[in-house]
């Protein structure tokens, strides 16, 4: 089973900038963050396949940026333009398959990271 390692959460004002990594134990089909707010559903963010692919939420298009290094089988998401909204646990996912268009579906996922928490203050 692969394990996923995420690094990089933290607090930052609104309109600051972080950088997530998620480390993988072995390459992945793909790799995907998701996030959850308290009393939210988990959702989507960003998603990358092994071939540079890459799918974004609508919420955060423009500001968040995925990125990869196949040698460290890492997935990187930029964060910036922080908003308060985009608090909460940020949780990397991966699988060596599935069907592109359902990356954003956490049912998709068997493997999970343990989360890193976000928090964006106003």
């Known amino acids: 089973q692969v394990q996923l390692v995420e690094s990089g959460g933290g607090s930052v004002e609104a309109g600051g900038s972080l950088r997530l990594s998620c480390a993988a134990s072995?390459?992945?089909?793909?790799m995907t963050w998701f996030r959850q707010a308290p009393g939210k559903e988990r959702e989507g963010v960003a998603s990358?396949?092994?071939?540079?692919?890459?799918n974004y939420a609508e919420s955060i298009q423009g500001r968040f940026t995925a990125s990869q290094d196949n040698a460290k089988n890492t997935l990187y998401l930029h964060m910036n333009r922080l908003k308060p909204e985009d608090t909460g646990t940020y949780y990397c996912?991966?699988?060596?398959?599935?069907?592109?268009?359902?990356?954003?579906?956490?049912?998709?996922?068997?493997?999970w990271g343990q989360g890193t928490q976000v928090t964006v203050s106003s």
């Open positions: 072995t390459s992945m089909f793909v």
């Open positions: 996912a991966a699988e060596q398959w599935i069907h592109p268009p359902f990356w954003s579906l956490k049912g998709q996922y068997a493997n």
């Open positions: 990358m396949l092994s071939d540079g692919t890459t």
